[in-house]
């Protein structure tokens, strides 16, 4: 089983304190990944503030989707843009549920 094979089993049965903890995990580690300095994350943090380019994003994304085999960004549903980390983890937690 690999790696995001394994956190997706992890993931499905997770709550959604551990949705956050897994995504706020996914960040630091694109952080350190792409030499970003990550700014402490809380639900209030913008995202635009948190210290990560579009690119780390991009990857965090891309992780979420091979986990959760879901990108709430390419659905049919209109979905808004997340502005802060809360927006950004809600948009996860139904997927996780």
């Known amino acids: ?3 995001n094979q394994t956190s997706a ?3 499905v049965a997770a709550t959604r304190e551990s949705v956050k ?3 706020r995990s996914l960040f630091e580690q694109v952080a350190v990944e ?3 300095k990550l700014e402490p994350l809380t639900d209030e943090t913008r995202l635009l503030d948190c210290g990560l380019d579009s690119l780390s994003f991009a ?3 891309s992780r979420l989707e091979d986990s959760l085999g879901v990108d709430p960004f390419s659905s049919d549903k209109a ?4 502005v802060t ?3 950004f983890v809600r ?3 139904g997927v996780a549920a």
Not at 79 to 82: A, I, M, S
């Open 1 to 3: 089983m690999t790696t």
């Open 9 to 11: 089993v992890h993931l």
């Open 21 to 23: 903890s897994y995504i």
């Open 34 to 36: 792409q030499e970003r």
């Open 59 to 61: 990857i965090i994304v």
């Open 79 to 82: 979905t808004d843009f997340p």
């Open 85 to 87: 980390f809360a927006d």
């Open 91 to 93: 948009l996860y937690e």
